[in-house]
T-cell receptor, first 111, second 111 residues
């Protein structure tokens, strides 16, 4: 039973446009969410997080939106750049400080 | 600043041989430590986590074990590797209920 779901395995976006990566969760007890970016053969790097008491958090080109009623969060990247091509993981912090991960979405930025 | 070291970066081992992957963290005390595995086309699977020296929690039954002999050292081991143990292994640390920071990973190929 996947508690964090990223239903799009891949996403292709034109350079300069907005990339929107989506994530759904099932456990209403999650109160902290994170997005990570991962290049092949490297460890994931932390991008941005959001607490459940907020509905938006912005950091440069990255904005995360949280809709608690829908149990949905999204990552917006504006404008998209070639270096943004990577796999993006959504994660939630569960009990015992464990991270519950989605399966990832591969973002491809086309020139 | 905090850093995490994980080694080796790549490893090719025969079936039935032992395994020892090491991870050390610098610049923080009493971190939570994690071992993850990423299988091809899948998200990150939590294998073990530790909230203190000698305290190990296993998330999935398998051929692997973990130990934390020191506060900032986390070791992933196996007595006899299986072909199915091949994958990309990641060590991570966090401080309580915050984002986790990852090492560069180890690509393990069991032949």
């Amino acid at each position: 039973d996947q508690q964090v779901k990223q239903n799009s395995p891949s996403l292709s976006v034109q350079e300069g446009r907005i990339s929107i990566l989506n994530c759904d969760y099932t456990n209403s007890m999650f109160d902290y969410f994170l997005w990570y970016k991962k290049y092949p053969a490297e460890g994931p790097t932390f991008l941005i997080s959001i607490s459940s008491i907020k509905d938006k958090n912005e950091d440069g080109r990255f904005t995360v939106f949280l809709n608690k009623s829908a149990k949905h969060l999204s990552l917006h990247i504006v404008p998209s750049q070639p270096g943004d091509s990577a796999v993006y993981f959504c994660a939630a912090i569960g009990s015992n400080y464990q991270l519950i991960w989605g399966a990832g979405t591969k973002l491809i930025i086309k020139p | 600043s905090q850093t995490i070291h994980q080694w080796p970066a790549t490893l090719v081992q025969p079936v039935g041989s032992p395994l020892s992957l090491e991870c050390t963290v610098e610049g923080t005390s009493n971190p939570n430590l994690y071992w993850y595995r990423q299988a091809a086309g899948r998200g990150l699977q939590l294998l073990f986590y530790s909230v203190g020296i000698g305290q190990i929690s296993s998330e999935v039954p398998q051929n692997l074990s973990a130990s934390r002999p020191q506060d900032r050292q986390f070791i992933l081991s196996s007595k006899k590797l299986l072909l199915s143990d091949s994958g990309f292994y990641l060590c991570a640390w966090s401080v309580k209920n915050t984002e986790a920071f990852f090492g560069q990973g180890t690509r393990l190929t069991v032949v």
